[in-house]
């Protein structure tokens, strides 16, 4: 569903049934202690490029509301940890390197 900021995000969900105007961001929902959503979030939410560059599903996604320096507004930052390797993952756009493999072709001699 997209969300706010116009972009394909797999953890967005709207609720537009019968008149509702339920919006929600589940994955800072899931968070402990779960974070409040605003729509202002979506703008610069590296979420949807990481799902986008990077669909493990053993990946899974921490979020964190920080401000990048001070005065500057709250941003979603993630940190990510694969539960397949037991490892955090330095680059969650490329992911752990050892749930996918690349091909024999791509690696060098």
Not at 8 to 24: A, K, L, V
Not at 28 to 45: M, Q, R, T, V, Y
Not at 52 to 77: F, G, H, I, W
């Given at each position: 569903?997209?969300n706010?900021?116009?972009?394909?995000?797999?953890?967005?969900?709207?609720?537009?049934?019968?008149?509702r105007?339920?919006?929600e961001?589940?994955l800072?929902?899931?968070?402990?202690?779960p974070?409040?959503w605003e729509?202002?979030?979506?703008?610069?939410?590296p979420?949807?490029?990481?799902r986008?560059?990077?669909?493990?599903?053993?990946?899974?996604?921490?979020?964190?509301?920080k401000r990048?320096?001070?005065l500057?507004?709250k941003?979603?930052?993630?940190t990510?940890y694969?539960?397949?390797?037991?490892?955090d993952?330095?680059?969650?756009?490329?992911?752990?390197?050892?749930?996918?493999k690349?091909?024999?072709?791509?690696?060098a001699?």
């Amino acid at each position: 569903m997209k969300n706010p900021a116009g972009v394909e995000c797999h953890y967005f969900f709207g609720d537009y049934f019968r008149g509702r105007n339920r919006e929600e961001c589940r994955l800072l929902k899931s968070a402990n202690p779960p974070i409040n959503w605003e729509p202002k979030f979506c703008d610069n939410c590296p979420v949807p490029a990481i799902r986008r560059a990077n669909s493990c599903e053993d990946m899974q996604l921490k979020p964190t509301l920080k401000r990048p320096l001070p005065l500057m507004p709250k941003r979603v930052q993630v940190t990510a940890y694969c539960r397949k390797t037991h490892q955090d993952v330095a680059e969650p756009q490329i992911g752990c390197g050892e749930c996918h493999k690349l091909p024999e072709v791509f690696l060098a001699d």
